[in-house]
């Protein structure tokens, strides 16, 4: 249940996006910045502002989302987004990780 | 014993021939105290026994513990973390109460005692940890947890709200929901760092969700509850078979496809921190 509160920082999309001028990502930004990610500005650290959740050493072929609910599945904006479904698939998906 | 079924701990698969092969706590709190402004569950006894039932036949030590007030479940939780499990392969806990929303970026939500306070899920999942329980170090730990979260009720898509009244599902069907409560500590005390994930990663350890916290699971007077229900008969059919992923998948499926007299919706979660496969040990009848 989500109810207005004080602005969270990095909560827009474009405040999400910018954090990563400057840095040199293997994803593409605006991927990240969808899936919920903010450049902490250290190497290709990113941090969901949502759930705190971090995640690095990222490969050219990973998807953003995936890796969202792979590590971090209790994520509200994750669910918001995408459902429980499919965090489920992540989740539930063969091979385990 | 299926071709390609790996009986022994391996790269792909848990060791899970012990026998027995671990313990089993279900906790069942059906009648809450006046003060907590909780209804009685009704229906749960049938979703009691039902897993009950089941996890003996998965060859479990399965021990009941009915109407725990918050600090009885921890201590039972405690007294569970403080057993020698070294001869033992799983451990299983069933959390069958009220739920409520409490956010976590894994294990969201929390069940509620008989007296009103409620304990985080992360919290529940802590006590099995490989810090708190060495004896459970690199075993699984499974955590079913029929329960739900605040007061939404997902309606899917294609109904109105002036349709969507509980009064259409009938008499008979109750839900877990209650008032939502401010209450979000956050809990980490997990086990090991992953090399991908910035926050250290819970291992070994899967949560099964009737339903995502926030949402309302349903639960019928006089069959039990619809999780409840798909779990049992989806472990009875194919426990022999499949692994629990591929049956958590079929559970998830089919729950949601059910609906509380066709207007409400209910999706079980899964979070899935286990790094092999498990295949349980159905024991001939
Ligand atoms: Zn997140």
């Known amino acids: 249940m989500q109810h207005s509160s004080p602005r969270v920082p990095m909560e827009s999309f474009e405040e999400r996006l910018n954090s990563f001028s400057g840095i040199q990502h293997p994803i593409h930004r605006e991927r990240l910045a969808r899936a919920g990610f903010y450049s902490t500005g250290t190497g290709d650290r990113v941090l969901c502002f949502r759930c705190g959740g971090g995640v690095k050493d990222w490969q050219p072929e990973e998807d953003p989302w995936e890796e969202h609910a792979k590590h971090y599945p209790g994520c509200s904006f994750l669910l918001a987004e995408k459902g429980q479904e499919y965090i489920n698939s992540i989740q539930l998906q063969d091979p385990p990780r | ?285």
Request: glycine letters at 6%; one cysteine or more; hydrophobic letters at 30%.
């Open chain 2, 1 to 285: 014993t299926p071709p390609g079924r790996k009986r022994r701990d391996s790269i792909q698969s848990y060791k899970m021939d012990a026998n027995p092969c671990g313990h089993c706590l279900i906790i069942n709190n059906v009648d809450f105290e006046p003060l907590s402004e909780l209804s009685n569950r009704t229906g749960s006894n049938i979703d009691c026994d039902k897993l009950e039932r089941r996890f003996k036949a998965l060859n479990f030590i399965v021990d009941v513990k009915t109407n725990l007030k918050y600090k009885q479940i921890r201590h039972e939780l405690s007294a569970l973390s403080k057993k020698d499990h070294s001869q033992y392969d799983c451990c299983v806990v069933i959390m069958l109460s009220h739920g409520t929303e409490v956010s976590h970026n894994r294990f969201p939500g929390a069940v509620h005692g008989v007296d009103g306070p409620a304990v985080p899920v992360q919290l529940i999942t802590n006590y099995l940890n490989g810090r708190h329980c060495p004896s459970l170090q690199g075993k699984p730990k499974l955590f079913f947890i029929q329960a739900c979260g605040g007061g939404e009720r997902d309606t899917g898509f294609e109904v109105s709200p002036d349709e969507s009244r509980p009064s259409i599902g009938g008499t008979d069907d109750q839900t877990d929901a209650i008032p939502m409560s401010s209450s979000s500590d956050s809990l980490s005390m997990s086990d090991e760092t992953d090399a991908r994930a910035t926050l250290p990663t819970p291992s070994d350890i899967l949560v099964s969700y009737s339903t995502f916290p926030g949402y309302v699971s349903w639960r019928d007077t006089q069959s039990g509850s619809w999780y409840v229900e798909t779990l049992d008969r989806i472990l009875e059919e194919n426990a022999a078979t499949d692994d629990l992923a591929t049956m958590l998948m079929m559970v998830n499926h089919e729950v949601s496809q059910n609906s509380a007299k066709g207007v409400y919706k209910q999706m079980p979660g899964s979070f899935n921190f286990l790094r092999k496969h498990l295949y349980f040990q159905p024991q001939p009848q």
